[in-house]
Each structure stands twice: as structure tokens, then as C-alpha cells.
């Protein structure tokens, strides 16, 4: 069973603003959301396959200076042909650890966003943090510079868990976090969180997601272990050391928290995000929406122009080549108009919302039913989907067979 899998609300109740469009999706699809990837950790967790290091910490500047450069050069890029300036909905500042940068580093970052990109108004700019590697005048100040939401990898609120984790905070410094985020004006905050973790019982579970409650964030994230290749819990799991929770008490641990949060009033819409009406991560969307984004600093990828591409992933050279004035582009793939519908309608159906059709075809010009053609026949007969007022998405039954839907969506 996926985590996709465990989820069986048989009726979804989403908010208008989810529901609806904001702007047309010709509108949207000239926008280029940015992602700048910052790869400094003090240590790295022990599931991580992320592209982050640790003991690099003295990078940290020459390694901003490349990112700023790249960021005016992905902006050159990025203009349209009467050289206006690439309009950006949002902006996140992942990795990595984010807030080992310091104020004036973040808030050089974001001015080069906005001078390389037309950057909206009202954009949400997110950036990732570990609560141990917060305090209250560094949060004051990456708010000043215009960090208007938090995202803060907590994973648990047991002592243990973390130390399993190999997180370098405590579950005290996580209250400590949010309580100084919002000393700080932080109004949009996202804590993350983990299950299926070794020796975690449902339990423990059931305290941190209570624990979660109480400091009331606006958004969470909620994420089941996937012990990755070339980690150490990789190592672990194959000597015996430890074992991840199987599948079955994963699926009751989703079950359990998605209907401990639909009953806190949060909205999951999508399948690890859950969000207080209006707080869902524009950002977030923009992948599941198959829209437009630029990826910048090492290992960052890309969706833009009909082209899908990726930099360099180590920190030296990526600054090596930042200094020769190019761009660290080390792969590169066209995406043609099959290959582009099939990824809308598969993202599309992996979130709550389901695939709007009508914008399927204002934006393809053809109507979904001829691109999918019969493939989807036996899974309609069957039960897995559901159509309402212009809308496909996946059934109860559904949810729990995803993958027979979307493996009939693959370009063929």
C-alpha cells in the first residue's frame, strides 16, 4: 500500500479558492515560479538523499555570489521576446538549510529575484528552516527582508525519534521556533513531520501530531519514510539494525491524522499537505499544477519553455562554472505536447482536486477525452474515478488503486 493509497474520505470538501482557478491558465503558463536551492547542513540526516553537504559551511558566501549571478543570468533567460521581465507568483528558498544563511545573504537573494524577475505584489516567498538554527532577531529579519512564510522540518516531538533521525534539534526547540516566528510576524507557517520512523508506535504518533495542534500552523506536511538509496538508514535496514514501520501501520498513521486535522479544520489537498482554508503553498501547486518554475544553485531543476533541466550538484564547481558566466545546466530534455499532457493529468489526479478538464483543454487545445482516448475505460467501469461539475478525480476506491489509473496516463 502507497501513501497515495491510504487515503479513503469518500468526500472531498476543498474550498472554493482550490476549487477555482485565480487567473486564466494562459496566464499562469507565462509565469515561471523560482526555486533556489541552498545546500549547506550542519550534519545530514540519516534518511536524507537530498542534494546537501555537510562541513561546507565556509562556501556559504563565494556560494551566495554564484547564486546571485545565476539568478540575473536564469532572469536574461527567462524574458520574453520584447524583453519584458518573467513575472514570478512565488518564491522558495529550499535545501539544504536555508537558514544557516544569514539576513543580508537572504535578503541579497530575494533582491536579485526581484530585479532579474517582475516578482507580484502580494508573491508568497517560503523558506525552509531547522528549528535549531533559529532565533528570534534572525527570524525578525529574514522577515523584514520579505520572507512572508515558514516551512520548518520538525519531524517529530519525540527526543528519541529525532536522535534516530540524526535532527540536531529537540522537541522543545520546535515550540521555541514557532513561538519566535511569530514574536517575528509570521502569519503563514508549515511544520513538517514523519511516520513510519523506526520503533515509532501510533502512539507516538498520535502525541506529536496533538503536540502539532496546540501550536496551530497553518499548514503541515506530513511525509512517510522512504529509506533512499546510499543512506544510512539504507545501511541499517539491511544489517537489521532497525526496522521501518510496516506498511499497514503506516496506512492507519495517514488515516489517523488525516481525520485528526479534517476534524482541526484543515483541508488535505494534497496527498501529504494538509492547510487551514487560504494557506496552501502557491509553490507547492505549481508542481502538482504542472506549471511553469526555474531551479537555481546546485542540483536545482527546471520546468520552463517546454524544456525540463537540471545544474550541477556539487557546490565547487557550480561555482566554477557560475564564474565562467554560464549556466550550470548539466541535463537537458525537450517535453513534447504527449509527454506534457500526460504529466498535467497524472499530477492533476494525485492531488485532492482532481484534473479540471476544462482547463485541460484551453490549455492543450484538445479536449482530454480524445488524449486519453479508451485508456481510462476499465478503470471508470471499475470504479475508480469520478466525474463532478468538470472535474476528474480519483474515487474512494480510487485512492486506494491509483497507480491502475495513473499507469494507463503514461505517455506510450
Request: a negative charge; aromatic letters at 8%; charged letters at 20%.
Amino acid at each position: 500500500m502507497t501513501l497515495m493509497e491510504t487515503n479513503t474520505q469518500s468526500k472531498l470538501q476543498l474550498p472554493p479558492s482550490l476549487l477555482q482557478a485565480t487567473e486564466p491558465i494562459q496566464d499562469l503558463l507565462e509565469t515561471a515560479s523560482l526555486y533556489l536551492h541552498i545546500p549547506f547542513c550542519h550534519t545530514r540526516c540519516h534518511y536524507c538523499d537530498f542534494n546537501t553537504f555537510a562541513g561546507i559551511l565556509p562556501l556559504r558566501e563565494p556560494y551566495v555570489r554564484a547564486l546571485l549571478q545565476e539568478i540575473e543570468m536564469a532572469g536574461t533567460m527567462a524574458r520574453h521576446e520584447d524583453g519584458r521581465k518573467r513575472r514570478s507568483r512565488t518564491i522558495f528558498l529550499g535545501g539544504g538549510t536555508p537558514s544557516l544563511l544569514n539576513v543580508n545573504q537572504i535578503t541579497r537573494l530575494l533582491q536579485a529575484c526581484f530585479q532579474s524577475f517582475a516578482v507580484d505584489v502580494d508573491a508568497e516567498i517560503t523558506m525552509e528552516a531547522n528549528p535549531g538554527t533559529l532565533n528570534q532577531e534572525q527570524l525578525s529579519g529574514i522577515r523584514k527582508a520579505g520572507i512572508n512564510r515558514l516551512s520548518m522540518g520538525a519531524q517529530s516531538f519525540d527526543a528519541q525519534l529525532l536522535k534516530t533521525l540524526g535532527r540536531i534539534h529537540t522537541p522543545k526547540e520546535i515550540v521555541q521556533a514557532v513561538q519566535y516566528a511569530r514574536a517575528a510576524g509570521f502569519t503563514s507557517i508549515n511544520v513538517d513531520f514523519m511516520f513510519g520512523l523506526p520503533g515509532q508506535t501510533m502512539q507516538h504518533w498520535q502525541e506529536t501530531l496533538e503536540r502539532a495542534l496546540e501550536l496551530r500552523p497553518e499548514h503541515l506536511s506530513l511525509y512517510s519514510l522512504i529509506v533512499e538509496e546510499g543512506t544510512p538508514f539504507q545501511d541499517w535496514v539491511n544489517d537489521g539494525s532497525i526496522t521501518p514501520g510496516d506498511e499497514d501501520l503506516c496506512a492507519d498513521m495517514y488515516e489517523y491524522a488525516d481525520e485528526l486535522l479534517r476534524q482541526a479544520g484543515y483541508v488535505n489537498y494534497e496527498i501529504s499537505n494538509w492547510s487551514l482554508p487560504g494557506y496552501h503553498s502557491r509553490h507547492n501547486l505549481t508542481y502538482w499544477q504542472n506549471l511553469p518554475y526555474i531551479g537555481m544553485g546546485t542540483g536545482a531543476a527546471s520546468s520552463f519553455a517546454g524544456r525540463r533541466f537540471s545544474n550541477e550538484r556539487e557546490p565547487a564547481e557550480y561555482i566554477k562554472i557560475i564564474k565562467t558566466h554560464r549556466l550550470p545546466t548539466v541535463e537537458s530534455e525537450e517535453v513534447g505536447p504527449a509527454q506534457a499532457m500526460s504529466e498535467t493529468a497524472f499530477l492533476g489526479l494525485r492531488t485532492a482536486m482532481g484534473l479540471h478538464l476544462p482547463t485541460f483543454e484551453e490549455r492543450f487545445g484538445i479536449p482530454f477525452s480524445r488524449f486519453v482516448g479508451d485508456r481510462l475505460q476499465l478503470v471508470e467501469e471499475a470504479g475508480l474515478l469520478e466525474h463532478e461539475d468538470g472535474w476528474l478525480r480519483l474515487s474512494a476506491r480510487g485512492r486506494l488503486l491509483g497507480n491502475e489509473v495513473f499507469l494507463r496516463l503514461l505517455p506510450e
